[in-house]
């Protein structure tokens, strides 16, 4: 089983850039689909990106297409979300998941295997 902990979050003006990394505890990171949820006060969780366990495909949600990257360091068991042009709307605690199945982050919007803590995002406009 893998272990996520992500660290990253924190304070930035609208429009500013922050990363978001996820390291991965466990020898067996490669196997797993990774992807990176928000959840919003007072909203449902909603899902953000995702990429293969390769790296070589990504996915993401149309509200942050364009503005947001997945990648991943298989070498060093971590997983980042690189975020762009930062909006107030993009205020939330991300979690990075993992699963081995990707159908079941992209496609179910969810999953099995682990979920971090969460990291808090807060964009100020």
């Known amino acids: 089983q893998v272990q996520l902990v992500e660290s990253g979050g924190g304070l930035v003006q609208a429009g500013g850039s922050l990363r978001l990394s996820c390291a991965a505890s466990?020898?067996?990171?490669?196997?797993?689909?990774m992807g990176w949820f928000r959840q919003a006060p007072g909203k449902e969780r909603e899902f953000v990106a995702a990429?293969?366990?390769?790296?070589?495909?990504?996915y993401y949600a149309d509200s942050v297409k364009g503005r947001f990257t997945i990648s991943r360091d298989n070498a060093k068991n971590t997983v980042y979300l690189q975020m762009n042009s930062l909006k107030p709307e993009d205020t939330a605690v991300y979690y990075c998941?993992?699963?081995?199945?990707?159908?079941?982050?992209?496609?179910?919007?969810?999953?099995?295997?682990?979920w971090g803590q969460g990291t808090l995002v807060t964009v100020s406009s």
């Open positions: 998941a993992a699963d081995r199945s990707l159908g079941t982050i992209v496609i179910k919007k969810n999953a099995l295997d682990a």
């Open positions: 990429i293969t366990r390769s790296g070589g495909n990504t």
């Open positions: 466990g020898r067996t990171f490669s196997s797993y689909a």
